[in-house]
């Protein structure tokens, strides 16, 4: 999913330069994202797995900062920060929210030969109604964001969900506000459909970088 909306919005870069991050990531992107949000996500589902109670998020909250202030490399520091700046933008905007957190699901959705993975950091229901959120720092332009959470719409459709636009939403941790899927679930099939094309044919004349790491077989966008 990551790889297809960051093929078409990556703009004077080779084909090659932009696919071969994705083809020889040993986990792959979701992985990433969930392995850096580890502290927020787990704050979020012990809020809401403890019936919205303040304090985990006060804790986390603390604990977070002083990590941070105590970390000896930038890297650290710099995700602990993250991580915090995620827990007060999720409380913020749906700390009254009473969610209740399902296992996550990842999800399919093919186009030609192109096989798209996509995956929310959380799932979750309300009152009977699901919604599928991401977290992250939308350092590109709106239509990755747009194309991303398309993407991760039609792959829940393709799976059988039956999620609303307005239901699948990216938190942007960078302003503390969330972006909303837009437009019908055809929006981008040509831009999608196209770009699948080129991805395909490129895929297999990609090489490794100078230290592979190991990849897939077939092309997973």
């Given at each position: 999913m990551s790889c297809l909306a960051d093929f078409i919005t990556s703009y004077g870069r080779s084909a090659e330069s932009r696919l071969r991050p994705f083809k020889f990531s040993k986990r792959g992107e979701g992985f990433a994202r969930a392995s850096y949000y580890q502290y927020a996500?787990?704050?979020?589902?012990?809020y809401h797995s403890q019936e919205n109670d303040p304090d985990v998020f006060e804790q986390a909250l603390l604990e977070m900062r002083t990590r941070?202030?105590?970390?000896?490399?930038?890297?650290?520091?710099?995700?602990f920060d993250h991580n915090a700046e995620a827990v007060d933008a999720y409380?913020?905007?749906?700390?009254?929210?009473?969610?209740?957190?399902?296992?996550?699901?990842?999800?399919?959705?093919?186009?030609?030969?192109?096989?798209?993975?996509?995956?929310?950091?959380?799932?979750a229901e309300e009152r009977g109604t699901q919604v599928l959120l991401r977290?992250?720092?939308?350092?590109?332009?709106?239509?990755y964001v747009d194309m991303l959470l398309a993407l991760l719409r039609k792959a829940?459709?393709?799976?059988?969900?039956?999620?609303?636009?307005?239901?699948?939403?990216?938190?942007?941790?960078?302003?503390?506000?969330?972006?909303?899927?837009?437009?019908?679930?055809?929006?981008?099939?040509?831009?999608?459909?196209?770009?699948?094309?080129?991805?395909a044919s490129a895929w297999p004349t990609i090489t490794p970088p100078s230290t592979p790491t190991g990849g897939p077989s077939e092309a997973r966008a």
């Open positions: 996500l787990r704050t979020i589902r012990a941070a202030d105590k970390a000896t490399e930038g890297r650290e520091r710099t995700k409380r913020r905007l749906y700390g009254k929210r009473k969610f209740k957190i399902l296992s996550n699901r990842r999800l399919e959705y093919r186009i030609g030969g192109i096989v798209i993975t996509a995956q929310p950091d959380l799932w977290i992250g720092i939308a350092k590109h332009n709106t239509s829940a459709v393709s799976s059988g969900y039956k999620i609303r636009a307005k239901n699948i939403v990216y938190l942007n941790v960078a302003n503390g506000k969330e972006m909303i899927c837009s437009g019908p679930l055809t929006r981008f099939n040509r831009t999608f459909g196209a770009a699948t094309k080129e991805i």
